[in-house]
T-cell receptor
């Protein structure tokens, strides 16, 4: 079955450490996205990528970095510069272009930094 | 910039009854798409229904329907015959239809729906 896989489901890190969240899709989607979800704030866009080897900052990119070396993969690194990294992170993908294709989401990663 | 507003942080409905969740949005574009997503306690985001702005007819998916008022920039979700499994957080989302756009979804802050047995 096609889908988006995020791993791990739960992640714990000490403050000051970088951590990388994995996102893999086998839907042949061009575009991939990282959202952050906090209580009462909905989903906010961190980074997105329309094609391989290209990505753009979203609304809250500070303290995060990404790479898009393969179409299937879009890992997110939460760096020590991110002041409030504890959150729920969702990866999504869709076909590129002006269409009504919905975003497909992974199951998310809950990151806790202490 | 486009914005999406959900003014009801929480709603409650009795099982088998009907409930309407509100969503308004702000945009200067004429061509766009609107979506409702459901996020149950598992936190998986599930597409409930979608609407193309150029279509006047309101979208319907089984017990779920929308009331799309383009001039008023309103996009409410009606859930009929509510079931216990409908309990979830519901997000309204906007997406531009313009070519070359990011295709990103812009989300509202969500409405938490409780279904009372």
């Amino acid at each position: 079955d096609g889908g988006i896989t995020q791993s791990p489901k739960y992640l714990f890190r000490k403050e000051g450490q970088n951590v990388t969240l994995s996102c893999e899709q086998n839907l042949n989607h061009d575009a991939m996205y990282w959202y952050r979800q906090d209580p009462g704030q909905g989903l906010r866009l961190i980074y997105y990528s329309q094609i391989v080897n290209d990505f753009q900052k979203g609304d809250i990119a500070e303290g995060y970095s990404v790479s898009r070396e393969k179409k299937e993969s879009f890992p997110l690194t939460v760096t020590s510069a991110q002041k409030n990294p504890t959150a729920f992170y969702l990866c999504a993908s869709t076909f590129r272009g002006p269409n009504n294709s919905p975003l497909h989401f992974g199951n998310g990663t809950r990151l806790t930094v202490t | 910039a486009q914005t999406v507003t959900q003014s009801q942080p929480e709603m409650s409905v009795q099982e088998a009854e009907t409930v309407t969740l509100s969503c308004t949005y702000d945009t200067s574009e004429s061509d766009y798409y609107l979506f409702w997503y459901k996020q149950p306690p598992s936190r998986q985001m599930i597409l409930v229904i979608r609407q193309e702005a150029y279509k006047q007819q309101n979208a319907t998916e089984n017990r779920f329907s929308v009331n799309f008022q383009k001039a008023a920039k309103s996009f409410s979700l009606k859930i009929s015959d509510s079931q216990l499994g409908d309990a979830a957080m519901y997000f309204c989302a906007y997406r531009s239809a313009h070519g070359g756009a990011t295709n990103k979804l812009i989300f509202g802050t969500g409405t938490l729906l409780a279904v009372q047995p």
